[in-house]
């Protein structure tokens, strides 16, 4: 083949790797494994937009990098095929999502494999088939049947629990539970009936159920994720969403915070999701508090701070909006004004609301606390950036000591008490408290920070009024959603408790329904389902599993996908151990990362995972936005039954226009194809058009790219136009594979012209014969070789990918200007870029007469003697003007540089006869000359 014909070339490759399972793995002890994972894609109905494959071209030229240096890779490909927006689909057309989402994950596939990735698809899974979650189903019966022993800090079974309770009560058990379990003794709890046993265990078992705030969407008849509400509105519709008390499956993620901390000290994750990570853990040492309610003995409201030290300055409590005690808390004169703020804030999402520091919002209650230290009553507040999950639902405001609280009180006209004798002004309070004396309490008078803190903790402990306390702001996580398109929970309910079903009876199937929605009477999908009860009697769950569910272990399944029975074999897991590269998104900080460590950490608790963490080191690649292109419409010309009119870019100013975005697909290089543009849009299928030199020139900007705003490339387009292996190398080649960076097709024809200029070093340009040759190469093309090899490794290495495109560049630009194309050197050029251009790279491998695929090559030796120069060309300055180069020998003297320097005739020349005053050798830099 003479031409590069990209289209046959990788038509052709793709078949070949298809039949011959290249990228096929299985465990091989005999060589190092390195396992690269990409987080599986949510297969949506649009399919893959250029942005999408950023990440995986970037695991993919790692994976085959690393298979060339002798590694035994797992790159693995599958699909997060549960969620919301097939069950939206579903309701609107009346369509079972699993046909939705089969036909959604065909078109995924076939444009992932038109990209040539080397993924193993015989290890492909699919969260949504029933061979997967019979697995997700059967760990979370294993979270239900183990509890977390403080002790022994790692999960135990609940019947190491029972059979502790039967001999001696909970006396001398150490572990994580709800903190409203009471003391019992072995006698009490065999009094028990064992509903009573049974919902005493709830408050120590990893999964139970619960009550939570939730985001609850009416109109979706569902709990959403805070990732799934923007704004107070749900992300998929625009619909409302409340906080709203609800009965919910939960897990006990808290049980595992500090092992959670503590883990990210050993992973090569960024720190910015470290640091996320921590903050939405959020440990925190400190005190309990209570605070007695003005004419009410039933009551406390109990507090958590980390600064009781400055007890004394506080001037107000605020309280959640959620809190149980607004009810009673709140005063007929305030009673509107509460209930308007309560539903206010329960239309705003928990994101929101954290992060919304300037902006303050409040409302008395009317009713007051008593500061236990002083007998002070303070107001008693609601606010919303105080959340009713998180710790009490109540903190107190000490404006002296805090700048939310400051602010806070400065609103609303309440008292600033200063602490400290050393208090200068307000800003400098909080380092203050730690540098100076008390001087206005009682029990603290003079003493500093430590010594203050240690004495009222023990006071409250005392008096029964508090005690010492670490606390977290992580909640338990909720593990349930009214949908129908998830995993079934494997449970049933006898006598109104929860049972988990017989391991034999896995996997719980999703039951046939009539329709997708809630029933008439406010139950889930499920409820709907006809004659579907547990052994024809007992009602299941009717909540099925969150999308975390199977994204918190599916790079298990991986090792071993056909397993039906076991997730994964010891011998699976125990050679591919854990992930060494994973690439996704920073979006999932707070929830699949973190929640997929947690069910990691307690498999490894029960043994059946070798490594705490799974994933040792995670990249988040950034973002590709979109280029939006506008044409811009007359005014004049807009009104029914008018001919639009639109001006070119630069001529837009003579006229008052209104800018509409243009699908980007029919723009080339900002010109509009003005037939294509008639054609998209039946109202401008009779525009008219003022032009510049002919042209339609559109304007631009920089946007995310999305439907919304016509701008989405579909990479099957650029793959058919330019090659997949063209795409390849340009989205690397946009910049930094983390920063987020614009998509512009205006640049991509210099990757395909590089990729052009690559094949003719094999083939001439004018009669189409093979010029390779295995005459020896010179110093020069070993140069240009080896400096490229060396520059490769070390940008795949360090995930440099944008600059290696370019390394590519240079190379094939000297290579071009030596007329070299000697077998010896294009071969290994051919080896480093195989990871980036696979396609092109097979074909000419092929061509150097190799029989086997590119991947089965080894990555070339460097050679750093190939980049030490032999000689150096100085230049001759003569009294501070170059005018003359002379070479030398790399390794030569000076004093013989100095002598061959005088003796020559330009030099001669310049000298005029005379004798140098001084000759200076700077060695591979300049000889000064000085008359």
Not at 80 to 96: K, M, N, R, V, W
Not at 314 to 323: G, K, M, R
Not at 326 to 352: I, M, N
Request: with cysteine; charged share 25%; glycine share 6%.
């Amino acid at each position: 083949m003479s031409e590069y014909n990209f289209r046959e070339i990788e038509k052709r490759w793709q078949q070949r790797w298809e039949e011959q399972q290249t990228y096929r793995t299985d465990v091989d002890a005999s060589r190092p494994k390195y396992y690269v994972l990409d987080m599986f894609p949510y297969p949506s109905g649009a399919g893959l937009h250029v942005g999408h494959p950023l990440g995986y071209i970037a695991s993919d030229i790692v994976s085959r990098y690393k298979r060339l240096q002798g590694f035994n890779v797992l790159h693995p490909m599958g699909f997060d095929s549960f969620g919301l927006p097939a069950e939206q689909y579903a309701i609107q057309t009346g369509q079972h999502p699993a046909v939705t989402t089969e036909n959604n994950i065909d078109t995924y596939i076939s444009q992932l494999k038109k990209i040539g990735f080397s993924y193993d698809w015989s290890r492909e899974v699919r969260t949504s088939d029933p061979k997967f979650y019979k697995w997700t189903q059967w760990i979370f019966m294993q979270l239900f049947n183990h509890y977390y022993d403080k002790d022994a800090d790692k999960a135990l079974p609940i019947s190491k629990l029972t059979e502790h309770f039967a001999k001696q009560g909970n006396c001398g058990i150490n572990a994580v539970c709800d903190e409203d379990t009471p003391a019992f003794t072995a006698a009490e709890w065999n009094a028990m009936t064992d509903k009573q046993q049974q919902e005493l265990l709830f408050k120590y078992r990893l999964t139970m159920p619960d009550e939570a705030y939730v985001n609850w969407c009416a109109a979706l008849g569902s709990v959403l994720s805070n990732d799934e509400v923007k704004d107070g509105v749900s992300e998929r519709g625009g619909y409302p969403v409340e906080r709203k008390l609800m009965k919910q499956w939960s897990m006990r993620i808290t049980a595992y915070a500090d092992r959670l901390l503590d883990g990210l000290n050993e992973i090569d994750w960024s720190d910015s999701i470290k640091e996320q990570q921590r903050n939405w853990i959020g440990r925190s040492q400190g005190a309990s508090v209570q605070f007695a309610i003005e004419g009410n003995n039933d009551n406390l409201i109990e507090v958590f701070t980390t600064r009781v030290d400055t007890i004394y300055g506080v001037s107000f409590i605020v309280l959640a909006p959620e809190h149980e005690f607004v009810s009673f808390l709140t005063t007929p004169e305030q009673k509107t004004e509460v209930d308007t703020y309560v539903k206010w804030a329960a239309s705003r999402s928990e994101v929101d609301r954290m992060s919304e520091v300037k902006k303050v919002t409040g409302v008395f209650t009317g009713s007051y606390a008593i500061n236990p230290f002083n007998g002070e009553k303070v107001p008693i507040y609601l606010a919303d950036y105080v959340l009713a999950g998180y710790g009490t639902g109540a903190v107190m405001g000490v404006p002296s000591g805090d700048q939310r609280d400051w602010n806070f009180a400065t609103h609303f006209s309440l008292p600033i008490i200063p602490i400290l004798d050393s208090q200068k002004d307000m800003d400098k309070q909080a380092d203050a408290t730690k540098e100076g004396r008390y001087i206005n309490s009682s029990i603290i008078n003079g003493m500093e920070y430590k010594e203050a803190t240690a004495t009222l903790i023990k006071w409250l402990e005392e008096r029964g009024l508090g005690k010492g306390k670490v606390q977290y702001r992580l909640r338990n996580a909720v593990f349930s959603r009214q949908r129908y398109w998830g995993e079934p929970v494997p449970v049933y309910y006898k006598d109104g408790l929860p049972q988990l079903i017989d391991e034999q009876d896995l996997p719980l199937l999703l039951p046939e329904i009539d329709k997708y929605l809630p029933t008439e009477t406010g139950e889930p999908p499920l409820g709907r389902a006809e004659n579907w009860k547990y052994k024809g009697q007992y009602e299941y769950e009717l909540s099925t599993m969150p999308g975390w569910a199977g994204s918190s272990w599916y790079f298990y399944r991986y090792m071993d996908p056909q397993n039906d029975s076991e997730f994964a074999s010891k011998e699976s897991v125990d050679y591919w151990q854990n992930v060494d590269l994973y690439l996704g998104g920073s979006e999932h900080a707070t929830g699949h990362l973190l929640y997929s460590r947690f069910w990691n950490h307690f498999l490894y608790d029960l043994g059946l995972v070798p490594q705490k963490e799974y994933a040792k080191k995670l990249i988040n690649q950034g973002m590709i936005l979109g280029r939006s292109n506008y044409v811009y419409r007359v005014k004049s010309s807009e009104g029914e039954g008018k001919n639009p009119v639109f001006v070119s870019y630069n001529l837009r100013k003579e006229y008052e226009t209104t800018a509409i975005h243009v699908d980007v697909n029919i723009v080339e290089n900002d010109e509009l194809n003005v037939e294509a543009f008639k054609k998209w849009r039946p109202d401008f299928q009779n525009a008219e058009f003022i032009l510049e030199d002919g042209k339609y020139i559109c304007g631009w900007e920089i946007d995310k790219m999305s439907k919304r705003y016509y701008n989405v490339v579909n990479p099957d387009d650029i793959v058919a136009r330019y090659g997949a292996d063209t795409l390849r190398m340009y989205e690397m080649f946009l910049g930094p594979l983390t920063d987020a960076k614009p998509w512009n097709t205006n640049g991509i024809s210099g990757v395909h012209n590089f990729l052009r200029k690559l094949w003719r070093l094999f083939y001439n340009e004018d009669n189409g014969n093979l010029l390779v040759t295995d005459a020896e190469p010179t110093r020069e093309e070993l140069k240009s070789l080896h400096k490229t090899i060396k520059k490769v490794a070390d940008d795949i290495e360090n995930y440099s990918f944008n600059t290696t495109v370019s390394a590519f560049m240079i190379c094939v630009n000297e290579l071009s200007s030596q007329k070299c194309s000697k077998r010896a050197i294009l071969s290994d050029l051919i080896v480093i870029l195989s990871p980036f251009a696979p396609h092109i790279a097979e074909e000419l491998w092929s061509i150097l007469g190799h029989a086997t695929s590119v991947t089965k090559a080894s990555y070339p030796v460097f050679n750093a003697s190939y980049l030490t120069e032999d000689s150096f060309e100085y230049p001759i300055s003569i009294n501070g003007k170059v005018r003359i180069k002379m070479t030398f020998p790399a390794d030569a003297l000076p004093a013989d540089i100095e002598q061959s320097v005088l003796a020559e005739e330009t030099v001669q020349k310049w000298l005029e006869g005379k004798a140098p005053k001084k000759v200076i050798v700077v060695p591979k830099r300049i000889v000064n000359v000085v008359v």
